[in-house]
């Protein structure tokens, strides 16, 4: 076989394995040294796949894809810089477990360090943030097929693994990059007869989680059993299987279960929005909690670590299903390796239910004060209402991003409990960049087939402007709501507002550009609704169709924050007088 033809079926065996190893979605930028790849996919009918102008947008389209199937997309992309831009998405990807498959196609070894055009150091360049990272020899009859395979399957088995997370194959190329039909009967395909002449993939593997020792569930039924104040903390959790079941253990054993807007259970009509009254310090003081016990991974606002922190529990114990290390302010007495579902499951009966805690009526006052203050009908569509109102009105045949920042804290913070269908959530809260949102929306959307919306703020809506190309096509329509206060609004909370006259020209960095324009140019229809009757009559009717839509919640960052303010005084006098523990 010459060269061409070589290089076409070098391609071709990798693409096709992905797809057979259940990796068949792929995320391509275009450019000339990834045209063996490219093309391979194009060619392949089993392939599906989504052209993206830039990698950095398709890295986050990708991780969006992972976050709704638990899939590893697979990004595809020419050399140079092209590859760089994928390393926000890479990290993101890595600090929170999500597999993604990286084949960055290269300059061959004698274009290295000499000078030659569009060439960099490819190999190992996102360094430890892989969980592997590996460079393929350039295509020639040398190397056995076979090889190639087992390392595919090894990428594929790597990007899967406990944790989860980035692989990067870097592949290099040697023109010519044309295409040109192999020969099916050269002794180098031989080996691989068997393979093609079936659907199966080269090698499989079993994945399986570490079971608890028998010591360390008993140890943890003791604490549980002898502890007078526990309480759980349900983080990140990527399976709906585990916050569905440390739900149901919290309520048998009559636990408080502090569950943040990322363990997937927090928008369940049976939650407990405890994020209200850890905000205040008289009822952090009554409630110390002698046990913790705390599922899952990152919880977004300080609350309850401010409160831990100030009263120590005797036990801080960490449950999750891989070995990284987790605990920001060092004081796990026991970390247990499994997934919470299991732990849930082993803990069944380990005590009597929790006596005298009864906060219904408390959290039932907390919740008409904040509807009569900020989600009145004719009150102005806030920064506080509109999660509010989206978590109140989202159900499960759709689903719902969260951008960080403000957006993030607010949901978690206001959202309303609702009874229907489990409604799917995420946000990127590995490193909680602003980088990349309206993409991993997209790629979100796409890898649930269904609808989704996106609560963001102005700064993150820009910073991924160009990704607004992504939501005219069908296969991810999303509702985008940019809550716009003309800059960084999270610095106005924060210390420094009060220590500096220059919080505007050097943290806010307000903005003067037009939502409106933006969505005019993509091609997106786009509302400004004044009120929340408007913005709920609005968003009602876009829920019902699916097509992409954004809409424009003005605000003002100094009255945003006397809202917040405001509010929060209010709880207070609820959750500061209100002793729903009884004398425990």
């Not at 097509?547 to 509010?567: C, G, M, P, T, V």
Request: net charge negative; with cysteine; glycine share 8%.
């Amino acid at each position: 076989m010459n060269h061409k033809q070589i290089t076409t079926l070098w391609c071709a065996v990798i693409v096709e394995e992905l797809i057979r190893q259940e990796a068949g979605f792929f995320c391509i930028s275009p450019g000339s040294r990834s045209t063996p790849l490219t093309l391979a996919v194009a060619s392949n009918p089993k392939a599906k796949f989504r052209m993206f102008p830039d990698e950095r947008s398709a890295g986050f389209y990708a991780l969006g894809y992972a976050r709704a199937t638990g899939m590893p997309a697979v990004l595809v992309c020419t050399s140079g810089t092209a590859v760089a831009n994928y390393f926000p998405a890479v990290v993101e990807a890595s600090a929170d477990a999500m597999p993604m498959l990286v084949l960055s196609a290269d300059r061959p070894f004698e274009l290295l360090e000499c000078g030659a055009n569009q060439t960099i150091r490819q190999q190992n360049i996102f360094g430890s943030y892989t969980r592997w990272s590996f460079e393929l020899p350039e295509p020639g009859v040398a190397t056995p097929l076979a090889s190639v395979l087992s390392t595919v399957d090894h990428a594929f088995r790597k990007s899967l693994g406990l944790p989860a997370g980035p692989v990067h194959l870097n592949l290099p190329f040697r023109e010519p990059l044309e295409p040109e039909t192999p020969d099916p009967g050269h002794p180098w395909a031989a080996p691989l007869e068997a393979w093609q002449a079936s659907s199966e993939p080269w090698s499989r593997f079993a994945r399986s989680l570490r079971e608890p020792s028998a010591g360390s569930i008993a140890a943890l039924r003791e604490l549980l059993a002898q502890a007078e104040r526990p309480l759980f903390v349900a983080g990140s959790m990527a399976d709906p299987v585990d916050g569905d079941a440390v739900a149901a253990l919290a309520k048998s054993l009559g636990v408080p279960l502090f569950a943040d807007l990322t363990s997937g259970i927090r928008l369940s009509s049976d939650c407990t929005p405890w994020q209200l009254a850890f905000q205040n310090e008289a009822f952090v003081e009554r409630f110390q909690p002698d046990v913790v016990i705390h599922f899952g991974g990152h919880v977004i606002g300080k609350q309850p670590a401010l409160a831990i922190r100030k009263y120590p529990p005797v036990h801080y114990v960490v449950i999750r299903e891989h070995p990284g290390r987790f605990g920001p302010d060092h004081n796990v007495t026991l970390t247990i390796e499994a997934s919470p579902a299991a732990i849930a499951s082993a803990l069944k009966g380990c005590r009597e239910p929790v006596p005298g805690i009864d906060c219904g009526d408390t959290f039932s006052a907390a919740s008409g004060v904040i509807n009569e203050m900020v989600c009145a009908p004719e009150l102005a569509v806030s920064e506080i209402s509109a999660p509010r109102i989206v978590s109140s009105l989202t159900g499960g045949d759709h689903a719902l991003f969260v951008a960080n920042s403000m957006p993030a804290r607010d949901m978690d913070l206001y959202a309303a409990p609702v009874a229907g269908k489990p409604l799917r959530v995420a946000l990127n809260r590995g490193v909680s960049g602003i980088d990349g949102i309206i993409s991993t929306a997209a790629g979100f959307s796409a890898g649930l087939r269904k609808p989704a919306t996106l609560l963001i703020g102005d700064i993150s809506f820009l910073h991924d402007l160009n990704a607004l190309s992504l939501l005219t096509h069908p296969w991810n329509p999303l509702v985008v709501i940019v809550l716009n206060n003309h800059g960084g609004g999270i610095f106005s909370f924060l210390p420094i507002a009060s220590q500096t006259d220059r919080l505007d020209e050097c943290f806010a960095t307000p903005q003067s550009f037009s939502v409106e324009l933006a969505a005019r140019t993509f091609g997106i229809d786009y509302a400004c609704p004044e009120t929340n009757g408007d913005f709920t009559r609005l968003y009602t009717g876009a829920l019902k169709e699916s097509r992409s839509l954004i809409i424009e919640i003005k605000s003002d960052r100094q009255k945003n924050l006397q809202l917040h303010r405001a509010l929060k005084a209010q709880l207070d006098t609820i959750f500061g007088t209100t002793d729903c523990f009884g004398n425990r």
